[in-house]
């Protein structure tokens, strides 16, 4: 199975490639991908150097193209696409239908990947974009259980990308409008979901608020690990109770998916995190490279190794990882 | 052929959009028959959120949609939003195969099975058509109206209507608002209806019965935020374009959808027929209305 990682900068696909990335996925430097936060992503020399570093290592680079355009911006993503073309990246990762469109007519030759973005969970939809676009692989929504997972792999015209480690979105991506409810800003169309300017630390009476935009995400007491605050991820009042009703502060880790995952026949394990520090990609693909080579060796005998979970839960959102989706108690 | 929609300041026409929440199936069928004497044009119906909600049968759907027929009304079968197991294709392909009734494709499964037996469709609001080289691949594939992504603004849907005239497929497509109701913002695998009460979602035991216009989410400073109601997220406040009717009108919007809700639903028909007559006398937005989407901000707003 090929690891994919992430790459927010220079130094983290560097760090990416040095540890045993076989690819890379990144974005240009503004709204056509899904992390688009400031500080991140690649201008035109950096990608430049970025490619000839990964090629040198014989890593691959995909291009997230993976917001959906409004007509007054549709040439940005037009050119992001025609220069992703001119660079000769390996694939571009999409899930608007007119750009998919745009590119699959102006540019045969360039593989497409289907975004998660564009939340396709079975094999009626990847048979549009197989047809109508001719997409190579497509990354599959963490809404699906490994069970459907399987089904969806039997029948699917395409490879198969599942999410194996990383922060857990919990809804169907690409079809999530909370962060726009609250912020007025949408992760759709501007690649950011609860973009830093509308977040707000407070402290009160002893205790950290966290707000996004003015709602009140979350209350922390002294000594409580206090998380990034996210609408998903809050404590609310639902029937006279405080709770976290849509989701715990956690990270998604599948590791001891990964003979599961293979035997299925899944192509390619997504790492997410651009928005992560280049110290942070390098470890959660360092252990990951290592399991992976620990099951190619000796894939009756595989175990997941207890100093990778140790890594993985330190730098995991709220230490503490789950198999989200997956399994299906979690739904 | 690819029929032309008329667009010559007709009055545009009022839709009931599918029931998203789990009612019983006598309140169920006591709802449309008080629809079916109400002025609303189109009606929409099935079930899009959960394949696990059996009270109303495909029968049983069917059973209401000849009645609306025959009472004037156009019926929409709508379809599910999210389509996770072969069974859940399976119900999807019997309801495109059903004849005589348009279908509402509410995920790219639908789009596909309904373009391939080169059907008519609408796209519902989870279809993201986020500009018209989109709705032009879509309407190549038969769509015949959309409805316009909850989250965009009036700025976008000028930008789009403009752009499908520059594409010449302007006259090919109808266009639908959400006009009124909790908006329907996200979906997850997880049902968080279920989770609240603490159950697993294989052990559910339709406890999303009890909320006939969904569970609300309250911030702990008692703000509501969101309103749950299974697998969906919904807003916390309901949505209400009352007071731009005219404006969508002039905009060249063909539909304007109002979601079902327990309470009042004659009302609030009545409310948007006299408003697209053009009497905005009787229009009330209350305090838990919001419309920030249409004017580009906050969708939560309540912009006055």
New interface residues.
Partial sequence: MELVCPAGNFPSLKAAVDNGADAVYLGFKNETNARNFSGLNFSNNKLERSLAYARDHNVKVFVAINT?????K?SQWKLSVDMAHDYKVDAVIV?????M??AATSYPDLALHLSVQ????????L???H??FNIRRAVIP????LA?VR?LIDKSPVDLEVFAFGSLC???E?????S?????E?P??CGVCSPAKAVTWHESAGRLETRL?D?????YEQGENAGYPT?CK??????GK?FH???EPTSLNTMELIPELHAIGIKALKIEGRQRSPAYVAQVVKVWREALDSFAHNPEQFLVRNEWNKVLADVSEGIQTTLG?YS???? | MIPQVVKNNKLPKLSLGPLLYYWSRDKVFEFYEQIASSSVDIVYLGETVCAKRREMKLPDWLQLATMLRNNGKQVVLSTLCLLESQSDLNGLKKICNIDGFMIEANDMAAVQILSQLQLRFVSGPFINIYNAHTLNILVRNHLLRWVMPVELPKETLQGILSEAEDLEIYNQFETEIFSYGYLPLALSARCFTARAQNLAKDNCQFICRQYPDGLAIKSQEGEGVFNINGIQTQSGAVYNLVAEVGEMTRMGVDVFRLSPQSEDMLTIIDMFDQARHGNIQTAVVSDNNCNGYWHKTKGMMNHV
């Fill in positions: 959906y355009p409004q007509p007054e549709w899930a608007d239908i007119g750009v469109d745009y564009a939340s396709a969970t079975n094999n009626e939809a048979n549009f974009y047809q109508q963490r809404v699906l259980s459907q089904n919990i809804m169907s690409g079809r999530c409008h909370l726009s409810y609250v912020t007025g949408s759709n169309m935009s709602v009140l995400i979350d209350r609408l809050g404590r609310f009042d639902v029937n405080t009703i849509l989701e989706a299906r108690p979690w739904q």
